[in-house]
């Protein structure tokens, strides 16, 4: 290691180590699917992903934050590749055997995080990541995303959904939206909730917006929901498409 890279790692964000839920312990990741099938209906969900960027047989695609495999299981039957990231081995692990038992050989596994991840491959169609983002500072959002976009090819998708807050009324939205998910998934789901709005490091919706134009993608759709959740779906701006956009403008 030289001098300088001895000064990035004094500097660097340790994404490895996760601030809220750390997804490290088994039983946890086992429970994962169980738990949150109780307020999301996820396969719905991935199958509107894939819709609304869309996904095509010839694309390849980054998940980020994948979890127990959910979304990238999904998506490798519509895409001809799909890489898997999540900076929680357990997770992997457990996702890694799902798609066996289920002979899917198109995705590829990687233990990395929107910090870490080094794409080696073509730069890629589309890029998804559902409730993830929000276990990185804002600052370190933004290089995440200028990462990201370093991956993408020109005009390639962005799908981002995760818990952002509206400015307005936070405090009665994150109260009504703890409310709620305590009716469906009882003491659990309002510890967890509560926990990822004490520890973890959702923003403010004008926040995220400006760290995806900063890092130069167009926002092509924008849904909020309760005043907490958000999803962007966004393309990769290049110097030919800012034309168009500005004569458009
Ligand atoms: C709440 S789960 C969401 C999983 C899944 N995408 C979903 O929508 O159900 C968050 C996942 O992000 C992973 N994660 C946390 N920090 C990360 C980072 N910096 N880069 C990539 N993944 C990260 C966690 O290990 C966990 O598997």
């Not at 004094?10 to 169980?34: H, I, L, P, R, T």
């Not at 998506?75 to 929680?88: E, G, I, L, T």
Request: hydrophobic share 45%.
């Amino acid at each position: 290691m030289n001098a300088s890279s001895e000064l990035f790692f004094k500097w660097q964000f340790d994404e490895m180590k996760q601030v809220g839920k750390d997804y490290a312990d088994v039983s946890e990741v086992k429970a994962f699917d169980a738990f949150h099938g109780q307020f999301r209906d996820i396969q719905k969900e991935n199958e509107e992903i894939i819709k609304i960027l869309p996904i095509q047989p010839h694309h390849s695609v980054i998940e980020f934050g994948t979890a127990t495999g959910a979304f990238a299981i999904c998506a490798a039957a519509f895409s001809r590749k799909v890489y898997a990231v999540d900076v929680s081995q357990a997770m992997l692990a457990y996702a890694r055997e799902k798609a066996v038992l289920q002979g899917i050989s198109n995705i590829t596994f990687c233990h990395g995080g929107f910090l870490t991840y080094v794409h080696e491959d073509d730069p890629v169609d589309c890029i998804v990541s559902s409730l993830a983002l929000h276990h990185l500072p804002d600052f370190w959002k933004g290089v995440a995303l200028q990462r990201l976009y370093a991956m993408l090819k020109p005009e390639g998708r962005l799908f981002l959904y995760d818990v952002v807050y509206s400015e307005d009324d936070y405090e009665a939205d994150i109260s009504a939206w703890i409310a709620s998910l305590e009716k469906r998934g009882g003491q659990k789901a309002l510890e967890d909730v509560g926990m990822h709005v004490q520890e973890e490091y959702s923003t403010f919706t004008w926040i995220m917006e400006s760290l995806l134009e900063k890092a130069g993608f167009m926002i092509d759709t924008v849904h909020y929901d309760k005043g907490v959740l958000a999803q962007y779906v966004c393309t990769k701006k290049t110097a030919q498409n800012n034309q168009a956009f500005n004569a458009v403008e």
